[in-house]
């Protein structure tokens, strides 16, 4: 079965640097998704794309965060000059369409550790 | 701002005993789903609940939404320990998933 993969699973970056997780949604998937999970805490919705424009996001994606699919296939979250709050998984996630009408499937996700 | 509360946090039962968890939204949703993660994994989809009403089962588990589509639940006749893990509900309103905070579930067997 088709799935969602993330790299890396765990990235550990120094407070204000850059970081870029990346994501390959299932091929014939047209949306796709950003959230993030504080341990032991509930997913949060950041961002849907789709036709390679942001299509909805929360209070969360600011400035700081931006989304971009380089080419056919990878899906990429960028967040610049981290701070320690932004450490949670990061999940990637896509549906065949956006009406919500159908599941969303998700990465593994990639744990960011914010030293 | 949109909030889905989830209830109880956190259920601890024996194997065999029956679980529901509690999804409530402070708005009206247009559909409702559900998602199981593992320890250490990724939410995976369980199922979708778009009428007002609505009810679906899926083996042990059943699946409801409220009249007013505001709240669902989901009940789990005779935990097995392979239903261990943290049940979400995800209300969508305004083409955005609001994720309840969750219900871990823990069966003792």
């Known amino acids: 079965e088709p799935e969602v993969t993330q790299t890396p699973s765990h990235q550990v970056t120094q407070m204000g640097q850059e970081v870029i997780l990346r994501c390959v949604p299932i091929?014939?998937?047209?949306?796709f998704y950003w959230y993030r999970q504080i341990l032991g805490q509930k997913v949060e919705f950041l961002v849907s794309f789709y036709n390679n424009e942001i299509s909805e996001k929360s209070e969360i994606f600011d400035d700081q965060f931006s989304v971009e699919r380089p080419d056919g296939s990878n899906f990429t979250l960028k967040i610049r000059s981290t701070k320690l709050e932004d450490s949670a998984m990061y999940f990637c996630?896509?549906?065949?369409?956006?009406?919500?009408?159908?599941?969303?499937?998700f990465g593994d996700g990639t744990r960011l550790s914010i030293l | 701002g949109q909030q889905v509360m989830q209830i109880p946090q956190y259920q601890h039962v024996q194997e065999g005993e029956d679980f529901t968890t509690y999804c409530n939204s402070s708005?009206?949703?247009?559909?409702i789903q559900w998602y199981k993660q593992r320890p250490g994994g990724h939410p995976v989809f369980l199922i979708q609940?778009?009428?007002?009403?609505e009810v679906k089962k899926q083996k042990r588990l059943t699946f409801q939404f409220g009249e007013a589509k505001k709240n669902s639940s989901l009940h789990i006749t005779a935990t097995q320990t392979t239903d261990v893990g943290t049940y979400f509900c995800a209300g969508l309103n305004f083409n955005k998933f609001y994720f309840g905070s969750g219900t871990k579930l823990n069966v003792k067997p």
């Open positions: 609940l778009v009428k007002s009403g």
């Open positions: 091929s014939n998937h047209l949306y």
């Open positions: 996630a896509s549906s065949r369409t956006g009406s919500g009408s159908q599941p969303q499937h």
């Open positions: 708005t009206t949703l247009s559909n």
